[in-house]
DNA sequence: GAAGATAGTGTTGATGCTACACCTTGTCAA
DNA sequence: TTGACAAGGTGTAGCATCAACACTATCTTC
């Protein structure tokens, strides 16, 4: 925690600024979102997303990906700003301006979130079963899970969910987890396949007692592309 | 101006909040923006986005509609958050994130937009001759401009840009200016027409010689809708 | 070797999109 | 008054895309 030596004065009152973090994954089938129990008032006890205050001299994304380290353990994985909550009550504390992101995790990956300094829990939690949430939280999760499923329609961002590799049938768990709605079989491969995004590896997936599963791997796992 | 007559203290270091406002329109056929040329310095005399300080008690939409009022006189258009910009040395003077707007004015209203007191000069440039811009904000009208290009393909945003009423061939020219493209005259009103986005208005609009148009109206001119 | 479980594969009909040309109705000037 | 001009207004046919649909293949386990 940090200790105040100083004071920082301004000829006009600035508000404060901080950058909060929609975390989805998609664990055993589920989209879930990553919330930690605040251990400190105001809403104490009450889940809220990942966040902190934006550092004097980092950029924006910078302190996105910084809490969601801080907060997850996790580097590297896709984060995008969703929009920027501004009204002026959303914290009883001060005036603060959160700029939000989202973020998404390889669906079942091994996230062992761990707690922060100033959260006393933090855990998955199924996004169609969400606790109430502190301040304006919960409308933050609404426009990114809406976000989130309209990028699915015009561009790859279901690949964020997947692992290096996955199977023709994990992709397609994924997109019905996230549209929530079955999909059929013939007509998802026909379609992902036709968009030369993924490649054979040339390995097969054997899991469960059945037939092997062609292990495919996107050829460029680390964009998200425009299609159509 | 405001005169200060007190400072603000905070323990820790805050960065000042403002809002910037790229406001389109058509004028004469061509997709343009309304650019302030500074008073002051940093960037004395160049051109720049209107827009401003939050103020302290003041929601983030609403400095938006209370800046592009400032600027334009305009009230009641759309105007839509656009994204934050935030990188650490954007402005020279202090930390400053700007979070971004974008409006729409319809075409060749007579905006008379009047120069505010920090504002040297105010007027419309033609969207592809821009002048050199002040801070980032060449980035902020490049990413607004891909936004309202996008939201033509999905949405009845274009209509923004229309007065009360209007004919089908001024739609068009509206499409056309901004995909920047000719658009097949059968095909555009059939796909319009099929959307049960207009009514006539029961009217004629006759101007140069030649047959009038029928006038139409929007069904919906507040709001945006998603479309397909 | 039979049962169970998931992998993998094509065709057809419907729908939507693109391309394309001519007549209509007004103004204006000879 | 009439002919030239200018934009308004209209339909069809081919093509591509999307949705619906059922069976065989391959592996494990008992």
Redesign the interface.
Same mark, same amino acid.
């Given at each position: 925690m +940090?200790i =105040?030596r100083e @004071?920082?004065?301004? =000829?006009? &009152?600035? &508000?404060?600024?901080t950058t909060d973090v929609v975390v989805f994954t998609i664990l055993g089938g589920r989209l879930s979102t990553l919330l930690v129990r605040r251990a400190n008032p105001p809403h104490q006890g009450e889940w809220a997303l990942p966040g902190g205050? /934006?550092d #004097? *001299?980092? *950029? /924006?994304d910078t302190c996105a990906a910084r809490e969601l380290a801080e907060e997850t353990g996790l580097r590297d994985v896709f984060l995008e700003?969703l929009? @920027?909550f501004?009204?002026?009550h959303r914290d009883p504390r001060e +005036?603060v #301006?959160s700029?939000t992101y989202y973020a998404l995790i390889p669906q079942d990956s091994l996230a062992t979130p761990r707690a922060a300094s100033d959260a006393a829990a933090v855990g998955w939690h199924a996004f169609d079963a969400l606790p109430p949430l502190a301040f304006d939280h919960d409308q933050i999760i609404t426009m990114a899970h809406r976000r989130l499923v309209a990028k699915l329609d015009y561009s790859t961002i279901a690949f964020q969910f997947m692992p290096e590799t996955f199977t023709l049938s994990e992709l397609q768990c994924v997109y019905e987890t996230l549209l929530n709605q079955p999909l059929d079989k013939r007509n998802f491969r026909k379609r992902i396949l036709s968009l030369d995004l993924i490649a054979e590896t040339g390995n097969m997936r054997r899991t469960g007692n059945h037939r092997p599963a062609r292990e495919y791997l996107a050829k460029h796992p680390d964009t998200v592309e425009i299609i159509k």
């Open positions: +940090r =105040p @004071t920082f004065s301004y =000829p006009y &009152p600035h &508000p404060a600024v205050f /934006l #004097i *001299d980092e *950029d /924006l700003q929009y @920027t501004g009204a002026t +005036r #301006i700029v």
